[in-house]
């Protein structure tokens, strides 16, 4: 049964995607496919199959199932530097997904094409000056997201704490703020600082739907505070566990290591080897600093209602202050 | 006129150490001395002598006159790391000095000593694991600091959304929250987190009674977001503004500089040079990622209560989401 009232929650994130929470679950790679996305839209928040590690032909089939175990709205996230482009975004229209949010390239080259397709659109960015240049192209909402997040991150470094309110101050269009956020409690810090809504990437990923090989969300959960490091920063920054790979990386780095050399020992599907795959040492395993506050792995409705649990016992705690 | 009731934000950390407000002025090389922490005690904050840049009879002197200018609590920073550090705890003992912020080295090297002599000591750390250790050598509380703050940093490159709850979730004794807090909206986004005050650096700098050089304060004023990084990491990792010096390390970086050259081109006075003659080009200018949320430079005292008129602000808006 749901406690909280779905009233009390209305703000313009809610309102834009036709949501309960204001609680979206960031597209991952090897980790949110329909099984999570749809499991989140079915507790109230916004679900994103994350397209980036699915070929055309298995993005289509996520969407499908998605629409099929959910009548609720959900997503999907395309990092723009996707080889086939094209591709994901014609089935993304052919097969009517409401919700798109754009990474990892320049807003204008979709944003317009999208929306006059009636689709909503997000983009996802690491600082002031791109959320300011999405806002432009016309997109609906940022999700601008700081330093302590998993995976591919931007160059600045700045972290949510100074992000979100930089970003907040300028911007007209909805802000949601993402890493670092993996409770109802770290939720309502970033409502302080200015968002109106949160995208949360790692807490879903040790979750029962997330598609991530078992022994890698248990990883999650053994992680400990001072346990990922931003690297690769010549190729493009990643967030990892300190791994054997890892640490591989770093030798590399004290031997003087070339962009090639660098580019070499990443291979390729390094990430799926790690988080699909479970190679623990081998792999590359993407995730935020906030592994350190995830204790458990559970279902994602769960998660969802544990943060409107949290959000809801801070807030009585801030009227104590 | 002060319009808050001084009842209002009683506390574990006003408690401790016998102030209204739970802000603390960070003890900061090159712009912390008497008038700054004298000027945010009277106002009801806890002012901070930094002696990280102060010979011992310099330090001296500051005491006397910070003593002279209030009647309120106030204390000292003390980097352990201190070429004459027993001269330095010798004088700030003999002084009855009541409040010793340590930072950079090993807690259980001076604590019991300095309790002994009736003092409150505090410890500044950047992990979990040196928060615990802290408390275990009995420090009465910690300030956890986060990668965005400026000047020296922990290595394992923790965000403050992070480190706040991590640390909360183990320690006991009182937890401040340092980095990244420049206004009185985001000291409730940190309490909210679990802290129970606030340590504010870069904020203070830009302020009429920071002994920082004019110049260095309106560079903090003008800074925009992504505009300080974490360097030299392979010495100490210290947080710059990103000036001409900054760019002469990543240049020595590119060419592949060793640890020998990294400290022959830092030299000596890099950072009086920057922050204290305000030679903005050849200096070393350090300041928080906060910088990109300071606009103007102000009285300290204003800066203290503008943070409680914020913060009433906030608790306000979090009462209505």
Redesign the interface.
Do not use: W
């Given at each position: 049964m749901n406690v909280h009232n779905s009233l009390?929650?209305q703000n313009r994130i809610t309102s834009l995607f036709k949501i309960e929470y204001p609680i979206i679950q960031g597209g991952m790679v090897w980790a949110s496919g329909w099984r999570l996305a749809s499991a989140v839209s079915n507790a109230g928040g916004l679900g994103i199959i994350g397209a980036g590690s699915m070929y055309p032909e298995v993005l289509r089939e996520h969407i499908l199932k998605c629409q099929e175990a959910t009548s609720k709205p959900f997503g999907v996230n395309v990092p723009m530097l996707y080889p086939e482009l094209n591709e994901i975004m014609k089935i993304i229209i052919e097969m009517g997904v409401k919700i798109v949010f754009t990474s990892a390239g320049n807003p204008k080259t979709w944003t317009s094409y999208l929306k006059e397709k009636g689709l909503t659109v997000v983009h996802v960015v690491s600082?002031?000056?791109f959320a300011l240049k999405a806002q432009e192209a016309g997109v609906d909402a940022i999700v601008a997201e700081?330093?302590?997040a998993g995976g591919h991150n931007g160059r600045?470094?700045?972290?949510?704490?100074?992000?979100i309110?930089?970003?907040k101050?300028q911007l007209k269009i909805p802000l949601i703020a993402a890493?670092?956020?993996g409770?109802g409690?770290?939720m309502?810090?970033?409502?302080?600082?200015?968002a109106e809504g949160v995208q949360v990437g790692s807490r879903f990923v040790a979750s029962n739907e997330a598609s991530s090989h078992q022994l890698f969300k248990q990883e999650v959960v053994n992680a400990?505070?001072?346990e990922t490091?931003?690297t690769l920063k010549e190729l493009a920054p990643v967030r990892l566990l300190k791994n054997k790979f890892y640490n591989d990386v770093q030798t590399a780095y004290a031997n003087?290591a070339s962009v090639e050399q660098l580019k070499e020992l990443l291979g390729r599907a390094r990430a799926k080897k790690g988080m699909f795959h479970g190679d623990l040492e081998e792999g590359e395993l993407e995730i935020?600093?906030?592994a350190?506050?995830i204790h458990d792995i559970k279902p994602a409705a769960q998660i969802v209602s544990d943060f409107m649990a949290e959000f809801k016992e801070?807030?009585l705690?801030?009227?104590k202050?």
């Open positions: 009390e929650m600082s002031l000056k700081g330093f302590e600045d470094e700045t972290t949510t704490l100074v992000l309110p930089a970003v101050e890493g670092g956020i409770s409690r770290t309502l810090a970033a409502m302080v600082l200015g400990k505070e001072g490091q931003l003087g935020g600093q906030v350190a506050l801070a807030k705690a801030v009227a202050l």
